[in-house]
T-cell receptor, first 119, second 115 residues
Framework: AQKITQTQPGMFVQEKEAVTLDCTYD???????LFWYKQPSSGEMIFLIY??????QNATEGRYSLNFQKARKSANLVISASQLGDSAMYFC????????????????FGQGTILTVHP | DADVTQTPRNRITKTGKRIMLECSQT?????MYWYRQDPGLGLRLIYY???????NKGEISDGYSVSRQAQAKFSLSLESAIPNQTALYFC??????????????FGPGTRLLVL
């Protein structure tokens, strides 16, 4: 079974509008972390935002916010006031602890969503 | 200067050749990782290392080997390259001391083409 599922291969948004990129995850661990990364056409991976499973508040970083719904196992990224420079591939990723309780720091990535911002 | 660097940035090689991809970091992190990215598959973990003496296989380690020469250096080798190893390769680092966050910081990537 997929650990991280991003069901939107591609999304389009008008400049200055908000957009939501979907991410659902599968884990039996109680302690885990969810990450979003941006990959522009140049190829580098840029960390955007993090949500811990025990965090009570949804994470926010500037124009990025994470809509965390733990019971539904979803961690959607919301980008407000889209800019042309937001056009990129976006990856959702999850870090789990092992059964022994040691955090290994390994990330499991989804397949990504390509976001295109239109002027 | 970039905190995580990878060399080379682009490489074309032939089937059967041995090649090495190098990663260096100035972040002082103990943990380092190698991933490959294929279109439509996201990133997949090849190897990871929690310190100089600790190296572990990831989900797709066959055909690859690694060497952790120092805290700051982690190299990935393809002993006998094959065309399906054509991919974008990323090195990453993280610091377990940051608690639950432990963000991974990625290098710029190496584009490898195996003919």
């Amino acid at each position: 079974a997929q650990k991280i599922t991003q069901t939107q291969p591609g999304m389009f948004v008008q400049e200055k509008e908000a957009v939501t990129l979907d991410c659902t995850y599968d884990t039996s661990d109680q302690s885990y972390g969810l990450f979003w990364y941006k990959q522009p056409s140049s190829g580098e991976m840029i960390f955007l935002i993090y949500q811990g499973s025990y965090d009570e508040q949804n994470a926010t970083e500037g124009r990025y916010s994470l809509n965390f719904q733990k019971a539904r196992k979803s961690a959607n990224l919301v980008i407000s006031a889209s800019q042309l420079g937001d056009s990129a591939m976006y990856f959702c990723a999850m870090r789990e602890r092992t059964a022994g309780g040691t955090s290994y720091g390994k990330l499991t990535f989804g397949q990504g969503t390509i976001l295109t911002v239109h002027p | 200067d970039a905190d995580v660097t990878q060399t080379p940035r682009n490489r074309i090689t032939k089937t059967g050749k041995r090649i090495m991809l190098e990663c260096s970091q100035t972040k002082g992190h103990d943990r380092m990782y190698w991933y490959r990215q294929d279109p439509g598959l996201g990133l997949r973990l090849i190897y990871y290392s929690f310190d100089v003496k600790d190296i572990n296989k990831g989900e797709i380690s066959d055909g690859y080997s690694v060497s952790r020469q120092a805290q700051a250096k982690f190299s990935l080798s393809l002993e006998s390259a094959i065309p399906n190893q054509t991919a974008l390769y990323f090195c990453a680092t993280s610091d377990p001391g940051t608690g639950g966050l432990e963000t991974q910081y990625f290098g710029p990537g190496t584009r490898l083409l195996v003919l």
